[in-house]
């Protein structure tokens, strides 16, 4: 008995059908109908009854079913376990993904993470959150810091959030508000707010034309090709933006980042990993980043 000849019996067995199993594993049916038969003639028991139009499970069936999941199962727990002992020996490193502005509270847990851990070497990838997505799904990079409303709830991928920001207004001080000390919804009724493209954060632009379509203000939007770009049309006075509240690297002299009196603006934060996670390097970086935000 094998491991392939087991992973066959498992795919017909959920899928009733030996032409969907061979087609899920890429082979002829032929390949698998012979694998099926050599199992059975090993085991010496019946594992599936053929009938026209499909096939049923025996009770032998069923009771080497439930024990194909724990080998498989076990198997590649083990098998994951030497390739991170591998790939640790190799190499020990992290590669994290972020979007655009990097929150302050997100570097102060990666210095804080390299100080106990010099010896890992930290990788960083900048890029738009589906394309961050994509790479986490196909392990190009470990882990994401960014917000709630573009990676929780995204099939294969699991969400930790690890602290919720105020949202403050983002303006220029040459722009006539940033005189007041606090704004209200009214006072932005009239401007124009900038945003990044839907490419970059499609939930967010989402949710936010959902918002504007509720609600009794509304704002003219521009979109920019990076957050550097809304930087720098804000900068030069051309509308206002959000940010979260600590956002270090917006806090130049040329700006001013002014709080909302009339409604609970908030931004939730966190990071995100591969669900059934087995690299033991991603495992501790994430239980230090959940323990330092405390």
Not at 132 to 141: G, W, Y
Not at 239 to 268: L, M, P, R, V, W
Request: some cysteine; hydrophobic content about 40%; aromatic content about 10%.
């Amino acid at each position: 008995m094998d491991l392939q000849k087991m992973q066959y019996f498992k795919d017909v067995f959920e899928l009733k059908s030996f032409t969907k199993a061979a087609d899920k594993n890429f082979v002829y049916q032929s390949a698998v109908t012979q694998q099926i038969a050599a199992l059975e003639k090993e085991l010496g028991v019946q594992l599936f009854i053929r009938e026209h139009g499909g096939i049923k499970n025996t009770l032998e069936g069923e009771i080497f079913y439930e024990e194909c999941i724990k080998i498989l199962s076990e198997y590649a727990v083990l098998r994951n376990k030497l390739k991170d002992i591998y790939e640790g020996e190799r190499k020990r490193e992290l590669t994290i993904g972020f979007s655009g502005v990097m929150e302050e509270k997100f570097l102060a847990c990666i210095a804080g993470y390299s100080s106990k851990e010099p010896d890992i070497l930290l990788n960083f990838v900048e890029g738009s959150y589906s394309v961050l997505c994509n790479k986490l799904l196909n392990q190009e990079i470990d882990v994401i810091f960014g917000t709630a409303c573009e990676l929780e709830n995204i099939p294969g991928i699991e969400w930790k959030i690890l602290f919720t920001e105020k949202q403050m207004v983002f303006l220029s001080k040459e722009h006539p508000l940033a005189k007041k000390e606090q704004l209200t919804m009214k006072d932005l009724e009239s401007e124009t707010l900038i945003v990044p493209t839907i490419d970059m954060v499609p939930s967010c632009h989402k949710k936010g034309m959902q918002l504007r379509k509720k609600s009794k203000y509304k704002m003219d939007i521009r979109f920019a090709n990076s957050f550097e770009a809304v930087k720098m049309q804000v900068r030069n006075n051309q509308g206002i933006t959000f940010t979260a509240e600590s956002f270090e690297e917006y806090n130049h002299q040329c700006f001013k980042k002014s709080s909302i009196s009339d409604i609970h603006f908030i931004c939730t934060l966190g990071v995100a990993y591969l669900k059934n996670n087995q690299n033991a390097l991603v495992y501790n970086f994430l239980k230090y980043v959940s323990l330092s935000k405390q």
